[in-house]
Each structure stands twice: as structure tokens, then as C-alpha cells.
């Protein structure tokens, strides 16, 4: 007789229904941003690529000292503060530029890419340090699967909407209304949330506890090899998203259709690997393979002229991406104490977010030095050389979280 398991707690799924909602709002703004930027610039890789980096700099100056406050403070509030300070910024911006006859300047698209990247910064650990708490131990990781497959489910159907909104013409005015209606969900369905209590400090200092957080992953040297393993994926892998219109203008030589379905071909690939275990890398050692894989798709995407291979590329770098990133947070949240939750999670999202930026700026400066093809070579070898790397540590060591 087969048996049915039971569905996830409603106040999680609550939480994770407002977390996707503000991813939503994330990914349409993202992908109008990109596109408004590499229109005004004329496909400018540096131009774009600086977005990014404005986009996602919070992500890395944030977490460290967030973690520690998020195993202080009520972590209900560090989800739903930013996400009503953002729907407000976003009214406002709306109701400015609606019916605006000029084209925005540069820098006033790069300021609110910031200033979301900032709301996203705080709201992102405090959603993923919160879910321990609403599920069962045996449902963790059940949790973890469905709050990835939300959340890059997003990346599929955000790019979608708003290049549909595009094609019929939408502008920036569309692109913050859509932003603040998302943000209104997340923060009306985080009101059914239960709120959290605040935490004591285990060292009393808050300078201590961060510090004490950074340490717990020298503790661990899986721990930390597991952070150095989401940072080499993201910064030599997932950052090709930089200068992805770039490659659609210039590579492809395509419009903001083109550009709409590499990112919906990203945004799939990057879902399938919530649902297809496989992808999902139980093991230290099983991220050398995935590494391997996804630094051949990366040269595809950044060399090859033919859109259809290029989509194919994006899917498997997101999937593969996404995949080492769900198979390696499954391992640390359940491996990690409730006292070091908070830091350590915020670690790893530094770690897959904060890195991100600075692969931005890499990836831009580099090709506007050596060339699309160029840099994608450079980045698949710099990708084979960790997987090897982590390969030959594993054979030695044995370990994992």
C-alpha cells in the first residue's frame, strides 16, 4: 500500500508563497533594469555588468553582520521590514516617473537596482534561517526543495512577465507598478506568519558573535570548503548573467525577445533542479562533476552565435548552478546548530549572492579586454581547476558536513 505524505505546514508555505512573490518582483525588475540599461548604453558590457554589481554589492556587504542579528532579533520583522519599506520606495518611483516623456538617466535605473538589491539583502537570510522553524526535522528537507523550486520558479516566470510587458511596449513606470504589487503580496501573506521571538546572544557582544560565526566555519573545514564551493560557482559560473544582454546584442545579435528567452530558458533550468535530484550533489565530492559541467555551458553561452545552442547552455549552467546551491544548503541546514542558524546560513548566501557582483565586473572587464569567447575560456578553465581541486581534497580527506 503506498503512502501519501503529508503537505508541508500552511505557515511555511505562507512564507514561502511571500518570499517567491518578492522574488517575482526581484526578476522583473531585474530584467527591465538590464534591458532599459543595455538599450540607453547600446549593449555596453560595461554598462551592464556595473548594474549587476550595484544590483547585488548588498548581498555582499550585508549577510556577515546580518547573520548575527538574525540569531538576536525576531527574524518575522527582517522579513517583512524591508519588504514594505520597498513596496513604498517602489509606489513612489512609480507614481514619479508615470507618464515621463524622457528616457531615465542611467544612474537613476542603477539607484533603485541598489536600493531592491538592499531590501532582497536583508529579507533573503531571515526567510532561509526561519524555515527550520516552521517544519518538522523530517520535513527539512522538503522545506529546503520547495522553498528552492519558489524561488527559481520566480527566475522562470519573472523574466517571462516582464518580457511579455516589454514586448507590449512597457516602460519603467510598468516595470515599478509590478514591483510594488509583488511586494504588497509578500508583505500582506508574511502578516499570517506567526512572529518569532528574539534570541539571546550566545556571547553577549555583537562584534563577538560575528566573529564567532565566521569561526564555527574554520571549526568545520567541511563547512568551510562548502562555502568555498557555492563562492568558485557563482563567481566563475552564474555571474555570466552580467552581460547576458551584452551577448544577446552583440553575440547574437538579437532584440529583447531573444534576451526574454535565454533568461527563460535560465529560470527553467535553474527550476528543474529543484525537482530532479540528481542535479542536487549530496556529496563534496559529487560538485567536482557538476563544475566540470557547467564549464563547458558556460564557453557555449558566452562563444557560441546560434540562439538555440545558446538557450540550451543557459538552462544547463542554471540548472547545474541552482543544483550545487539547493544539494549543498540541504547539507548545512541540516548539519548547523540553531544557536549559529542564522550566521551561517547568511555565510552561504553571501557566499552565492554577495560573490555574485564582483563576478559581474569581472565578467564585463573581461570582455571588453579579451573578447565574449575569451573570457568564457578563461572562465571554463578556472571552473575545471576547482573541480579538480575539490576532487583531490575529497580523495584525501573523506569528509563532508
Not at 514594505?84 to 531615465?104: R, Y
Not at 528574539?198 to 562584534?207: E, F, T, V
Not at 564557453?299 to 548552478?321: H, K, Y
Request: glycine content about 10%; proline content about 4%.
Amino acid at each position: 500500500m503506498s503512502t501519501r505524505r503529508a503537505p508541508l505546514p500552511r505557515v511555511f508555505l505562507a512564507a514561502a508563497v511571500s518570499n517567491f512573490s518578492r522574488q517575482m518582483g526581484f526578476w522583473v525588475s531585474v530584467t527591465f533594469f538590464q534591458w532599459h540599461v543595455a538599450e540607453l548604453s547600446g549593449g555596453d558590457a560595461g554598462a551592464s555588468s556595473t548594474l549587476y554589481f550595484l544590483q547585488l554589492l548588498p548581498m555582499f556587504l550585508l549577510p556577515p553582520t546580518l547573520g548575527a542579528l538574525i540569531d538576536r532579533w525576531s527574524r518575522w520583522w527582517l522579513m517583512v521590514a524591508p519588504g514594505g519599506a520597498m513596496t513604498v520606495v517602489a509606489i513612489a518611483a512609480a507614481t514619479a516617473t508615470t507618464g515621463m516623456s524622457d528616457q531615465p538617466e542611467v544612474w537613476q535605473i542603477q539607484l533603485l537596482a541598489l536600493l531592491l538589491g538592499i531590501a532582497t539583502a536583508i529579507s533573503s537570510p531571515a526567510f532561509q534561517a526561519v524555515i527550520p522553524g516552521l517544519v518538522s526535522v523530517t520535513e527539512l528537507p522538503r522545506a529546503l526543495a520547495a522553498g528552492a523550486a519558489l524561488m527559481n520558479g520566480s527566475r522562470l516566470v519573472g523574466p517571462g512577465v516582464a518580457g511579455l510587458a516589454l514586448a507590449l511596449g512597457g516602460n519603467l513606470a510598468t516595470c515599478l507598478w509590478m514591483l510594488a504589487g509583488f511586494e504588497s503580496i509578500g508583505f500582506l501573506l508574511m502578516l499570517r506568519v506567526s512572529r518569532d521571538a528574539p534570541r539571546a546572544s550566545s556571547n553577549g557582544k555583537y562584534l563577538a558573535d560575528i566573529i564567532d560565526g565566521f569561526r564555527e566555519t574554520t571549526r568545520r573545514p567541511a563547512l568551510g570548503q562548502a562555502l568555498q564551493l557555492v563562492a568558485a560557482t557563482s563567481l566563475f559560473g552564474l555571474a555570466y548573467l552580467s552581460v547576458l544582454p551584452a551577448v544577446t546584442v552583440q553575440v547574437l545579435d538579437a532584440g529583447d525577445f531573444t534576451y526574454a528567452v535565454l533568461l527563460a530558458s535560465a529560470a527553467l533550468g535553474a527550476l528543474a533542479a529543484a525537482f530532479v535530484k540528481p542535479l542536487q550533489p549530496r556529496t563534496l565530492k559529487a560538485v567536482s562533476g557538476s563544475l566540470a559541467l557547467m564549464a563547458a555551458a558556460v564557453f557555449i553561452v558566452m562563444a557560441s552565435p546560434v540562439i538555440s545552442l545558446t538557450a540550451t547552455a543557459c538552462f544547463v549552467v542554471s540548472a547545474v548552478g541552482a543544483g550545487i546551491m539547493i544539494g549543498l544548503n540541504i547539507q548545512i541546514q541540516q548539519a548547523v546548530s540553531e544557536q549559529y542558524r542564522g550566521r551561517v546560513v547568511s555565510l552561504f548566501l553571501w557566499a552565492w549572492g554577495g560573490i555574485l557582483p564582483f563576478g559581474g565586473l569581472m565578467f564585463g572587464a573581461l570582455v571588453l579586454n579579451t573578447g565574449f569567447a575569451g573570457t568564457g575560456a578563461l572562465m571554463a578553465a578556472l571552473l575545471l581547476t576547482v573541480a579538480v581541486l575539490n576532487w583531490h581534497r575529497q580523495a584525501q580527506r573523506h569528509d563532508d558536513i
